[in-house]
Structures are given as C-alpha cells and as structure tokens.
C-alpha cells in the first residue's frame, strides 16, 4: 500500500512534525504500507499541487491540516476525488473535523481526531483491509501509554528536512488551560525522559541544522530540566539556533546565571505575555503576574544574547482600547526585540469560541476565525487597534530605529499614542499593503516628527540608526549639505594626526578611512545614543564590522570632540 503523506506549510523553511511522526506509526503497526512524506506551501499553485500529488498514484493521501492551510487542503481534495475515483485520504491535524464538515460525508474520506500515537490497532487493521470508517477519535493522554517515539531517520535530514527548520517535542501538553488556546482542550502534560531527550537531540546535531524550534508549550515548565537541556545545547548545539516558548513566572535565578554566559544568536525565546490587563488575564485563565514577567524581560534583555519575542493578543476579553494601550505600553518598556502582536483567533473546541455569545464576538467563520468585534471593543475600534499593530510590525520588529525607541521611552512617551497617530499616516498613504522600505519607513517617520520640538534631535537619531545598519550612504531625507559623509571624511583624511590610539596606526591609517563613514553629532544626541562627552558636537565612526550580540549592528565609535 502505497501512502503520501501531505504537510502544507505557511513557508518553505518551516516542515511538518507530524508528518514523521505518522510515517513511524504507519510503517510500524502496517509492515506492508509505504509512506512518502510530501511538503508543500499554501503560496504554491494549486495546480501543480495537484499534479505533484497524483505523481505515482498513490492508495491513499494522509492530510495534516490547521488554519493556515485547511481550505487549501478542502480545495486539493475536493479536486483530488473528482480526478481518480480510487483515490483515499485521511485527515487529521486540529481542523480535521473542519474539513471533514466542509468535504461532507464521502466512504472515501476518513477524518481523525487525535495523535497518532494514542490510537489502538483497529484503526490499522481497518487500514489494511481497505475499510477504513468515517471517523476515528483518540486522545495521547487518555491511552495509558503516555509516550511518543523520536519522529527522524537519518536520511530525513538530506531529504524532506534540508534547508528546513528542525521541529522537536520535549514535551506534550501545557501546564496552562488558555481559553483561546487548543492546548486547553485536553488536559494532560507529559514530559518524555531526559536521558532520551538528550539522545534525541545528539542525533539532531549531527546534521548541524540552522534552526531546531522546541514546540513544548511551556519549555521552562520544570526549570531544573529545562536548564540540563540548556547546559546540553550550549556544549554541543555548534551555531544552531534554538527556539524555545517559555513561560516567565517559571524563571529561576540559576537561569539568568547560566544565560549570562551564553554566546548571542544561540537562544530565541518566545514569552508569552498577552495582556497586562488584570481583568483580561483572570478571563482567559491566564495566571501570570505582569510586574514579575515584566522584571523577566527586562532581566533578560540586559543580557543582549537572548533574542526575545513578547506576544501580545488584540481582542481578549475585558480589554477596551484603552486598556490595550496600556498593555502595549507594558510591553515597550520591557524591552523585547520583537513585539509579536497576534489578531484573536476564536477557534473551534475552545472555551473561548463556546462563549462567544455571551461575550458578544463577532469573528470570521472562516480560517483563521479572525474576530472583528466584541463587547469591549466595536469593530472601528478593534480595527484601529489592528493597524496600530500592524505599524508596530513594520517600524518595531526589525534594527531600523533602535535608538529612536529607546531615547522615546526615556523620554517618557506614550508609545501606543505615537503608534497610533504614525499609524494613520501609513493607512493614509497605502503602505499597509503595499511593501516599505527602510528608507520609506525613515522618511515617513520623519515627517511625522517633523513638528516636534525635539525634530533636530530626533533627525541625528534617525541618521545614527541608518549608519549603523551599515549603509555607506544617507538618504536624501536625512542628507545636509553640511554634514555629507564623504566630505567629513576627506575633511578628517588631512586633520587627524598619523596615529590614533584605539583606532590606528601610521601602517593601516588608508583602511581606516577607506572603511569607515564618519558622521558629526551633536552633544545632545551624543548624551542620548549613550556617550559620555563635554564639548558641543562629537565625530562617530561607523565601522563594517558587525557588533556579537542579538541585533547585530554595525559598531560606532566616538573618536572626536569639537569645540
């Protein structure tokens, strides 16, 4: 019997757990079946979807589906059955009974709800004899077996794992019951044995994958055992990056102390915050104190080793608009490079989506079940909350304006009202759908400052960002006549002496300025970028080199004061 099993991914580099997971189980528990796992996008044509499928074919089609690609997978199979009537698929995946619905009753389509690994050998038995039923429901937490075996063979990592991210489970279920969450829909937690955790993962770094992304739920759950992976990682983990979703409440000072001595770009932490709102995080049974998770990130953000993403949720219960500023607010002034805000999803089998009613959502019932309104927040609202969100992606989640944002947090700004307003001049302008670049996502900035008392300020800000993201030239919003790069440094070429402590010798003096771009600041912008200095204005050089931390921007260096 011959078995393709389909995972359609949101991206190329992302693959599909399951698909190996199944693979294992079916070979195992049905000897004379084999499987072929087969990954795909959702931004591939359909068309030739349809035709790389059929290559072969196949008895049977074994779809893994989720909201990202679920119409996609109804669309694949409603063709599929119309092109070959010997054709069977089974459908799991947390949309399976979603797709199941859509495709409607047919002895060729069987939905599965349920892991793989729970299920008892009925269903393989029906699998070999071709009978398979309509419908088959397990539970991993529920079987009494409480296990999963490691989901890779050795040739997976130069076959549907090459160029991808390597996904691993060091544990199944979550500690927490989230209303929005699927995790919450069935209550277990099973941590698989540490000894075979490590085991697993030695055999994963063989490969030297770039990225391996832990999906355990609440990794730091048991902080002693997260920290033994750790240690393990950072020993044997080579230049791989490792993605973790943690919890802040479960943060331990041995943690910090082990992390401080972390090399950058090895850990990238996911912190799952949502709301600082009180009300909300009762509502959605969410049991975090934010002033602790707020010290958490902070703690953390010192270290700038640690790439950290704080995710916050637009459209929870109990959070108007203005208790959603605050929130955003909250998450500023802890200091996350990455501020991950998510549109609530009201998805099927969640406490959450079976209160809708009372709560007064109106959402998409379509995937991803996007809301557009609730009791607390009317769909104009929540729709400006969106585009606020949407700028906060664009100006926040990359190493732009690094410096604007921290001297606006200093200063005491309301970062959700400054967001809010630029977020109407991009609607305005048409650049949320519509690409930016950082030289458009500057200049627009600009002009949106450009009333401000603190514009000059803000000017040398936004130029000192832009050199240290390694252009060699400044745009045209950002050029002044008397301050062009390329003439201070000719300016510097003759006025320097021969040597320079700390930046040159007589031998290496033409590298130097070769490489360098020099800028002229003045003292106030200096005192803010974080230079100690007593004269009026300062020369930094920008250097090519790139700094060892998180962000990884070009080095500066004050090498000059005027009078």
């Not at 959700?416 to 519509?434: C, H, N």
Request: hydrophobic residues 35%; neutral net charge; contains cysteine.
């Amino acid at each position: 019997m011959n078995i393709k099993a389909v995972g359609i991914n949101a991206r190329y580099t992302h693959s599909c757990l399951s698909l190996f997971y199944l693979r294992n189980e079916l070979e195992k528990n049905s000897p004379e079946t084999t499987v072929e796992i087969c990954q795909y996008t959702i931004n591939d044509p359909h068309y030739v979807l349809i035709q790389r499928l059929c290559e072969g074919n196949p008895d049977y089609f074994f779809f893994s589906s989720a909201i990202w690609n679920s119409e996609l997978t109804i669309a694949l199979i409603s063709d599929l059955l119309l092109i070959n009537e010997t054709y069977r698929f089974v459908v799991g995946g947390p949309q399976a009974e979603i797709v199941g619905e859509s495709l409607g009753k047919s002895e060729r389509i069987t939905i599965y709800k349920g892991s793989i690994e729970g299920t008892d050998n009925s269903f393989f038995s029906d699998l070999a004899k071709g009978r398979l039923h309509q419908f088959y429901s397990t539970s991993f937490f529920k079987t009494g077996k409480m296990d999963f075996d490691y989901p890779y063979r050795p040739e997976d990592f130069s076959g549907p794992l090459k160029n991808r991210h390597v996904y691993y489970e060091s544990s199944r279920g979550c500690p927490f019951s989230c209303t929005y969450c699927l995790s919450s829909a069935e209550k277990g937690l099973y941590h698989k044995p540490l000894d075979r955790v490590l085991e697993e993962l030695a055999d994963i770094l063989k490969y030297k994958p770039s990225v391996v992304r832990f999906i355990d739920r609440t990794f730091n759950d048991v902080p002693d055992r997260a920290l033994q992976i750790w240690n393990y990682l950072k020993d044997h983990g080579g230049q791989t990056l490792f993605h973790f979703e943690i919890a802040p409440d479960r943060f331990t000072d041995k943690m910090f102390d082990f992390l401080e001595g972390m090399d950058a770009k090895r850990f990238q932490f996911e912190i799952g915050i949502q709301s600082t709102h009180q009300e909300t995080l009762e509502a959605i049974k969410r049991p975090i104190n934010p002033q602790s998770a707020a010290m958490v990130v902070q703690r953390l953000r010192k270290l700038e080793t640690i790439h950290l993403h704080a995710d916050l949720i637009l459209g929870l219960p109990f959070e108007t608009k203005e208790a959603f500023y605050r929130s955003l607010n909250d998450i500023f002034v802890m200091g996350p490079h990455y501020i991950q805000m998510g549109l609530l999803k009201l998805l099927p089998g969640t406490l959450l989506e079976r209160e809708a009613v009372q709560n007064g959502y109106r959402a998409s019932r379509r995937p991803p079940y996007s809301v557009y309104s609730n009791n607390w927040l009317s769909a104009d609202s929540l729709r400006e909350l969106y585009w606020l969100s949407e700028c906060v992606e664009k100006y926040v989640n990359n190493r732009y304006f690094v410096t604007i944002w921290r001297y606006l947090l200093k200063s005491g700004e309301n970062m959700s009202l400054f967001f809010s307003s630029l977020s109407k001049r991009l609607l305005q302008q048409g650049y949320y759908w519509k690409a930016a670049t950082q030289e458009t996502l500057s200049r627009l900035l600009l002009r949106h400052v450009e009333s401000r008392p603190d514009f000059t300020l803000l000017r040398e800000l936004l130029c000192y960002d832009w050199l240290r993201c390694g252009h060699r030239f400044l745009p045209d919003h950002l050029q002044d006549a008397d301050l062009e790069p390329n003439e201070l440094r000719k300016t510097l070429f003759h006025q320097l002496p021969k040597t320079l402590a700390g930046c040159y010798e007589k031998s290496d003096r033409a590298y130097f300025f070769k490489k360098s771009i020099f800028y002229l600041f003045s003292r106030e912008s200096l005192i803010h970028i974080g230079y100690e200095v007593k004269s009026a204005q300062g020369i930094v050089r920008f250097l090519s080199e790139r700094e060892n931390n998180v962000l990884g921007l070009h080095r500066a260096q004050l090498i000059s004061q005027e009078r």
